[in-house]
T-cell receptor
Framework: DSGVTQTPKHLITATGQRVTLRCSPR?????VYWYQQSLDQGLQFLIQ???????AKGNILERFSAQQFPDLHSELNLSSLELGDSALYFC????????????FGEGSRLTVL | GQQVMQIPQYQHVQEGEDFTTYCNSS?????IQWYKQRPGGHPVFLIQ?????EVKKQKRLTFQFGEAKKNSSLHITATQTTDVGTYFC?????????????FGQGTTLQVKP
């Protein structure tokens, strides 16, 4: 158990819909990362937050948005969903901003039909 | 954009054979990390390398960071069936610290008993 909690574990929805994925980082971790992993693909970096502020951005689509709340949990919002958005979405947390190991959650598997 | 390339994509070995995966970045990395993802699981941190030319060992695993801090390798001696999984390198681009952590595409290792 990494200490990072992601909900929901599985989500099935239709094209055009909007979903919210939630992540609770490990106790004491200030930095949260979001990654997308499609079938047989690597981990695509989406976005990083540190203590409530956006710190680094990857190839995140405009239809996607995220935020980190004062209690340090984070949410990834995916809207106008397309079939190609079907993937495993991982959240990871770490104590420091620029270094240190990432602790990954179990992931949220999104299926868009 | 910044890219981290990893080869090979797949590797099948007989138990007891050695295995190596290589990671190359288009830009200098401030540090590099290695993760292992078992089938159906989430990435788990293995190690972080920070210094140019650094070599670290963990039992049968040897990790190297290139002199130019643009490439890295993971070598497993005498593979075992428990080594099965996908190995990812992940680098932080730039000479200065950054929160962005870019993953390679991963090398999936299959070990035949």
């Amino acid at each position: 158990d990494s200490g990072v909690t992601q909900t929901p574990k599985h989500l099935i929805t239709a094209t055009g819909q909007r979903v919210t994925l939630r992540c609770s980082p490990r106790s004491g971790d200030l930095s949260v990362y979001w990654y997308q992993q499609s079938l047989d693909q690597g981990l695509q970096f989406l976005i990083q937050y540190y203590n409530g502020e956006e710190r680094a951005k990857g190839n995140i689509l405009e239809r996607f948005s995220a935020q980190q709340f004062p209690d340090l949990h984070s949410e990834l919002n995916l809207s106008s969903l397309e079939l190609g958005d079907s993937a495993l979405y991982f959240c990871a947390s770490t104590r420091q901003e620029h270094t240190g190991e990432l602790f990954f959650g179990e992931g949220s598997r999104l299926t868009v039909l | 954009g910044q890219q981290v390339m990893q080869i090979p994509q797949y590797q099948h070995v007989q138990e007891g054979e050695d295995f190596t995966t290589y990671c190359n970045s288009s830009t200098t990395l401030s540090n590099i990390q290695w993760y292992k993802q078992r089938p159906g699981g989430h990435p788990v941190f293995l190690i972080q390398l920070v210094k140019s030319g650094e070599v670290k060992k963990q039992k049968r695993l040897t990790f190297q960071f290139g002199e130019a801090k643009k490439n890295s390798s993971l070598h497993i001696t005498a593979t075992q069936t428990t080594d099965v999984g996908t190995y990812f390198c992940a680098g932080r681009p730039g000479s200065s610290n950054t929160g962005k952590l870019i993953f390679g595409q991963g090398t999936t290792l299959q070990v035949k008993p």
